[in-house]
Antibody, heavy 120, light 110 residues
Framework: EVQLVESGGGLVQPGRSLRLSCSAS????????MHWVRQGPGKGLEWVSG????????AYADSVRGRFTISRDNADNSLYLQMNSLKPEGTAFYYC?????????????WGQGTLVTVSS | QSVLTQPPSVSGTPGQRVTISCSGS????????VNWFQQLPGTAPKPLIY???QRPSGVPDRFSGSKSGTSASLAISGLQSEDEADYYCGTWDEGLNAYVFGTGTKVTVL
């Protein structure tokens, strides 16, 4: 069974940084692309970023490009999201999502999420 | 602002059939497979339909998906109270080089 456990969320001031982690188990992590998706309070889903199995293909939403960095450690079955220059509109649940394939394109299995609150 | 448009809400009585539309363009639905996700209140989304019309194991066959041109649809037949949830379509957008979600539809069972 696919298990994805996010951590690292919390309260952070606007302009500061935060790093999210996702620990994966129940599947061969290095065979699949991974994503981060967020959902603001009472809002819909917003795709944030995706990374291919070998980290050679990375994509970002326009809203975070240049401020957020996605990375992965296949030896440790872990996915990361470094978030810099955070804005209040970044307040959301952040979900770690497993792709159906090795390449970025089809998020499918979701973790339970970690809450990030950007406020002074 | 999402590039995939869904109705904000649909409703039906138990046993009824309801459909949710997802409208896009040639750069997303028109050129990629569509997925559907179900989000029950207070929980994380879960996969409902992939490859336009395939159900993951464990998803009841009351749920079905279809795609035609730049639009897709999710149908729920034999509506049940436990189907009350938010539903999102999603697909890759070649022009944006990004995954895009629909605006979301809340299903209410009357």
């Amino acid at each position: 069974e696919v298990q994805l456990v996010e951590s690292g969320g919390g309260l952070v001031q606007p302009g500061r940084s935060l790093r999210l982690s996702c620990s994966a188990s129940g599947f061969t992590f290095h065979d699949y692309a991974m994503h981060w998706v967020r959902q603001g309070p009472g809002k819909g889903l917003e795709w944030v970023s995706g990374i291919s199995w070998n980290s050679h293909n990375i994509a970002y939403a326009d809203s975070v490009r240049g401020r957020f960095t996605i990375s992965r450690d296949n030896a440790d079955n872990s996915l990361y999201l470094q978030m810099n220059s955070l804005k209040p509109e970044g307040t959301a649940f952040y979900y770690c999502v497993k792709d159906m394939w090795a390449g970025v394109g089809a998020p499918r299995d979701w973790g339970q999420g970690t809450l990030v609150t950007v406020s002074s | 602002q999402s590039v995939l448009t869904q109705p904000p809400s649909v409703s039906g009585t138990p046993g009824q059939r309801v459909t949710i539309s997802c409208s896009g363009s040639s750069s997303n639905i028109g050129s990629s497979n569509v997925n559907w996700f179900q989000q029950l209140p207070g929980t994380a989304p879960k996969p409902l339909i992939y490859f336009n019309n395939q159900r993951p194991s464990g998803v009841p066959d009351r749920f079905s998906g279809s795609k035609s041109g730049t639009s897709a649809s999710l149908a729920i037949s034999g509506l049940q109270s436990e189907d009350e949830a938010d539903y999102y379509c999603g697909t890759w957008d070649e022009g944006l080089n990004a995954y895009v979600f629909g605006t979301g539809t809340k299903v209410t069972v009357l």
